[in-house]
Every structure is written in C-alpha cells, then in structure tokens.
C-alpha cells in the first residue's frame, strides 16, 4: 500500500471508530436484567447481581427510609415507599437516578402493582406507631383513623384513585382477575376486600375466631384460595376464593411474609421472630422443610429462574441466600442497613411481587 493510500485507510479508520463511537455513546442504558433491589430503611437500594451473589451497587437514598419497594412491568421504574418523607420514589433503573418524587401521606409502607401492570397501589397508615401486639392490644377502644389506599398510574405517576382502608392496612394483594383489591388490617384484625375500579367495600373477614395481626396476605397462581399470616398468633390460614376458611395451622413465631412457588405446590412462610424460612406443601399445609435464616426477616423472593430465594433481614442487615431445591443456605450478603423488602427483575414470584 502506498503512502497516500495508507494515509486515506487511516482517515476513514478514524472517521468510522469516531462515528462508531457516537453510536455508541448516543445509546439508551438498558434496563438491568439478573438482578435484585433490596429497600434499606437506613440507607437507600441495595442492588444484587444474581449471577454472581455480589452486591453490584447501593444506591443512597438516606433521609426517606424505604420501606416497600417494587417494579413497572417492564423493570424501568423503581418505587419505594418511604416512612420519613410520607411519599414514593421513582428511580430510573437505567441511570439509578429518582426521577420523581410522589406525595402519598403519614407512614406509607407496602406496595403491589396491579397485574395489568398500570397502577402501582400503596397504603398509607396514619394511626401506626410501629407498637408491638401487646401495646397494640392496650390501645384497643381509643379510636384510630383509617388508612389510606392510594393507586399511582405508571404512565405520568399520578394518583388515578385513593379510598380508605381499615386501620394499619398492611398486606396488599389482587384477584387473579385483577378486579378486586384485597388487603390485612393488622390493628382491627380483619381481611378487607375492595373493588379495583370504584373502591368500594366488598366485603371484611374478621380473624380474631383463628388469631391477631394479619400482615401477610398471598393469592394462589390459580387465584383459588389466598393464604394470610397472623403475626400475633404465629397462624397461617388458607380462605378460598370466597373467603371462607379451609385450613388453620401453627407456624414458627411472627410469621410475616407469605409466597407461593411458581408452580403453586409450595407455600413459603417467612418466621421472622423464630428466624426461619417455613416450607410447606402448599394444599395439604404439611410442613416440609425449615431454613434457619437471619434476624427480622420480613419478605423474600425467588431469583426469576427460580433456583434460589433471597430474604432480606431488616435486624441482622445482611441477605439470606438460598437454594430452593435443597434448601441449604448458599451466601449470606452482609453490610445492608435495615433491609425490608426484596423484588427482582426480571419479575419473580415472592413476598412482594407475582403472581
């Protein structure tokens, strides 16, 4: 090649790689796929690489506390709820940045997206203290005011609808046919059952004749029967589709958070007290399997292939990492502030998230 010639090559070269370049650096980010959001009610996003169990990333978001945290359909958005500014964050997933910033009211804590994927609905409990059951039970009589359901549309994060609850609504889950809104009343102790679309009252199944404090509340994949957990008396029951009871059992101490496996024969119960992972065969309710885990572990969630489960527990700060085949613990991730709830993406079944 000639002089001349090889200086044209090495213009054209760099002209290509320079337009290459461009290209490359006008890309959109992509969403992050493999990978678990923790909310840190001390700190901010903890953020999981669930091919190699390494923390990837930990968002600050200090200030706000997170509590309740879940994803848009398409895994762009990420919503926390946040007890100290009585609003949610919307994060980017693509830049990790809060994007917008919504008020909700006092104290908001669970969120669930609707399964058509376009509302994101929350509660907010202006009558919590955070009290113990026993301190809970003193104040009974006194007069609380109810909670407040409020419905975020996904699209422009506006709130499309907000009606009253019981009081300390906690648990939040739908029908299979994402027309009705069912939700645990912890404080008055009953199950509540909305319309989606108007609000209304449906019907409310008082559980004192079986135990106090529902908090966890899980529909079947074929949305025959809901399972709830009674924290205050260490019960699990299972309702049918109307509601009424099938099965009542004991579980291990402060049972909180409740999930079936993706193909509905398990029923996962997280024992936060006794600081284990409870496995039962989820239509008979036979115990088969127990996991020691770590301290407060509320909610937890399958990886998307369904091989393993993460609990986040809020008072040992760390994640429980676990086969779900064996069940034997695989790596324990420590160094998170007060983590309360877990989600993935892509979308996995769990505590918080599908069905």
Excluded at 28 to 53: C, F
Excluded at 148 to 168: H, K, N, P, Y
């Amino acid at each position: 090649m000639s002089f001349w010639n090889s200086r044209r090559f090495a213009g054209w070269s760099l002209v290509f790689a320079g337009i290459l370049g461009v290209a490359w650096l006008a890309r959109p980010a992509r969403v992050p796929e493999n990978v678990a959001y923790v909310s840190d009610e001390k700190g901010g996003i903890t953020v999981i690489d669930l091919k190699t169990l390494d923390i990837l990333k930990q968002i600050d978001l200090k200030g706000v506390e997170p509590r309740g945290i879940s994803l848009t359909s398409d895994g762009r958005y990420l919503v926390t709820a946040n007890k100290d500014t009585s609003d949610a964050s919307v994060i980017d997933t693509r830049s990790f940045r809060t994007v917008r910033r919504i008020h909700i009211g006092t104290n908001p804590e669970f969120l669930k997206l609707h399964p058509s994927g376009k509302w994101l609905f929350t509660s907010h409990e202006p009558a919590s203290a955070g009290a113990p059951p026993k301190e809970d039970a003193e104040r009974k009589g006194v007069w609380s005011p109810p909670s407040r359901i409020v419905a975020l549309d996904v699209q422009d994060w506006s709130i499309a609808r907000a009606f009253s609850g019981g009081t300390e609504t906690e648990g939040i889950e739908f029908s299979r046919d994402g027309k009705t809104l069912i939700v645990t009343n912890e404080a008055e102790n009953t199950i509540a059952v909305f319309e989606v679309e108007t609000g209304k009252l449906v019907r409310e199944i008082d559980v004192t004749p079986y135990g106090l404090r529902p908090r966890g509340v899980k529909v079947s994949r074929n949305g025959n029967t809901y399972a709830v957990t009674l924290e205050a008396s260490n019960k699990l029951l299972l309702f049918d589709q109307d509601f009424a009871l099938i099965r009542s059992i004991s579980t291990r101490a402060g049972p909180y958070g409740v999930a079936y496996d993706r193909e509905g024969r398990r029923l996962l119960v997280a024992a936060a007290k006794a600081q284990m992972l409870q496995v039962y065969d989820a239509d008979a309710l036979q115990l088969m399997a127990e996991v020691p885990v770590g301290q407060r572990c509320w909610h937890f969630t399958f990886t998307p292939d369904d091989s393993k489960i993460l609990l986040a527990c809020g008072r040992s700060n760390d994640v429980h990492i676990i086969d779900a085949k064996t069940y034997r613990p695989i790596r324990v991730l420590k160094g998170l502030q007060m983590p309360w709830g877990i989600v993935t993406y892509p979308r996995a079944y769990g505590s918080l998230d599908l069905p």
